[in-house]
């Protein structure tokens, strides 16, 4: 069964660094998502992506955050100048559509911000 | 912003029984619902949805029921078995917020033998 995969599995990075996090959606979906999940809360919608576009975005998602469809099968998720607080899972999902329609998880990238 | 809400933190049944799942939500243009379970160290996967036209939609041994009246949705897992055990989430969008899903906080399900 096709898969979203993300890597890396766990990244560790310097406060005030950027890191990058990869995403490979399914390959006949046309729908992208981040969300992220801190320990202990809910799983949190970043943003979703479309065309090329950023369809829809959170409140969370400020100018720190950046996302990018840089080939045909890669979708990243940029974030500048981390902070503490950007520790977290980050989920990337895929979809065929943009509503009603389920969303298919990768297994996540944990970020742990020293 | 608690839009979607799982009030049972965990739920513990036993094996060959029925487990329920309840979430509940405040946002009347929320018209499609998710269910997914999530391992350890995995990803939420995709169990189950419905739109808010039906009121139940049933997947082997998973059933959803939507009351919208109440703002209100159930996942039933019949008969329980022992790899069910993981968190269990609900999540929410409308059609207009172009795959916007609220998630629920989870509840744990431990099925015991």
């Known amino acids: 069964e096709p898969e979203v995969t993300q890597t890396p599995s766990h990244q560790v990075t310097q406060m005030g660094q950027e890191v990058i996090l990869r995403c490979v959606p399914i390959?006949?979906?046309?729908?992208f998502y981040w969300y992220r999940q801190i320990l202990g809360q809910k799983v949190e919608f970043l943003v979703s992506?479309?065309?090329?576009?950023?369809?829809?975005k959170s409140e969370i998602f400020d100018d720190q955050f950046s996302v990018e469809r840089p080939d045909g099968s890669n979708f990243t998720l940029k974030i500048r100048s981390t902070k503490l607080e950007d520790s977290a899972m980050y989920f990337c999902?895929?979809?065929?559509?943009?509503?009603?329609?389920?969303?298919?998880f990768g297994d996540g990238t944990r970020l742990s911000i020293l | 912003d608690q839009q979607v809400k799982q009030n049972s933190p965990s739920l513990s049944v036993q094996e060959g029984r029925i487990s329920i799942l309840n979430c509940d939500y405040t946002?009347?243009?929320?018209?499609?619902f998710l269910w997914y379970k999530k391992y350890p160290a995995e990803g939420p996967t995709f169990l189950i949805s419905?739109?808010?036209?039906?009121d139940k939609n049933e997947d082997g041994r998973f059933t959803v029921f939507l009351n919208k009246s109440a703002k209100h949705l159930s996942l039933h897992i019949v008969p329980s078995q022992p790899g069910d055990s993981a968190v269990y989430f609900c999540?929410?969008?409308?059609?207009?917020?172009?795959?916007?899903?609220?998630f629920g906080a989870g509840t744990q399900v431990v099925v015991t033998p």
């Open positions: 999902a895929s979809s065929e559509q943009g509503y009603n329609q389920p969303q298919h």
């Open positions: 390959s006949n979906h046309l729908y």
């Open positions: 992506f479309y065309n090329n576009e950023i369809s829809e």
């Open positions: 946002n009347s243009m929320f018209d499609y």
């Open positions: 419905i739109s808010s036209i039906k």
């Open positions: 999540a929410a969008s409308s059609t207009d917020s172009w795959g916007k899903f609220q």
